[in-house]
């Protein structure tokens, strides 16, 4: 059975950042309604921030292109194909501004962590990160007070391999820079990687899988909503048509 990386999108969800509920519902139509059409239908709201998201470039480079280019014919592999799921064993939490705790987890760690995990010492092409005893919030996801990014030259050293062009996480953001502007991760990665956050991976076991995280293609926008889906391998094997005698 698939994957599905997002919890249920309720209205009473919380807000992560200071854009307020995250899923919001106006009612249109009331199906018991005469005046109105027979049908029940709302007007939906959604902050993605709070939710599983793609970030586009533009959601950091003062030039970069909006979530529509993700579906351009040289930017669709963004989207799908193999990705590995890594959940690091023995993360190092360390006390940062504001009560947050923050693993800033740097290329030697990410190194010896993927060996770990495949036995190969290289970058993937597509890399989810969480960690294995994950901090939990009230609602069962990553507990937003405890950071997990990459470091600056963890970020070099995925992008090293040529094929890399995606990253996601469990976290709600990719970068952590308290009282700083700055966002050198997002930077680094956006003009070749899709970045991906708030993903729900509590149910999934470490290892590699196929990917698919097609966004609502929202022409001009930053950021969009998403569902990410994992395959195993062994399902899409099984989805093969038998060969004809």
């Given at each position: ?21 995250p ?23 959604l ?73 190969r ?55 952590f820079q ?5 966002r050198p ?12 956050e ?5 149910a ?13 293609p ?7 909503p998403?569902?990410?889906?994992l395959?195993t ?13």
């Amino acid at each position: 059975m698939p994957y599905v990386l997002s919890p249920l999108i309720r209205p009473d969800a919380p807000g992560l950042w200071a854009e307020g509920a995250p899923y919001t519902v106006e009612p249109v139509y009331d199906l018991c309604n005469p005046a109105h059409p027979p049908v029940r239908y709302g007007a939906h709201r959604l902050a993605p921030h709070s939710l599983p998201h793609v970030d586009a470039p533009s959601h950091i480079l003062e030039d970069g292109a909006d979530v529509g280019a993700y579906f351009a014919p040289d930017r669709l592999a963004n989207l799908y194909g193999r990705v590995l799921l890594l959940k690091l064993a023995a993360p190092i939490w360390r006390d940062a501004p504001g009560g947050t705790r923050h693993c800033a987890v740097d290329a030697a760690m990410l190194r010896a962590e993927i060996l770990r995990a495949t036995g190969r010492d290289q970058a993937p092409d597509k890399l989810i990160l969480t960690v294995a005893a994950l901090p939990e919030a009230a609602n069962g996801q990553h507990d937003p007070a405890h950071a997990l990014t990459l470091t600056e030259d963890a970020a070099d050293w995925l992008l090293a391999n040529p094929g890399f062009n995606a990253y996601l996480t469990s976290w709600k953001s990719t970068d952590f820079q308290p009282g700083s502007r700055a966002r050198p991760i997002h930077r680094r990665l956006l003009p070749r990687a899709a970045v991906f956050e708030c993903l729900d991976l509590r149910a999934v076991p470490e290892g590699e899988y196929f990917l698919t995280a097609f966004p609502l293609p929202l022409a001009g926008a930053s950021e969009s909503p998403v569902c990410p889906v994992l395959f195993t391998f062994a399902e899409l094997a099984a989805a093969q048509p038998s060969p004809r005698a």
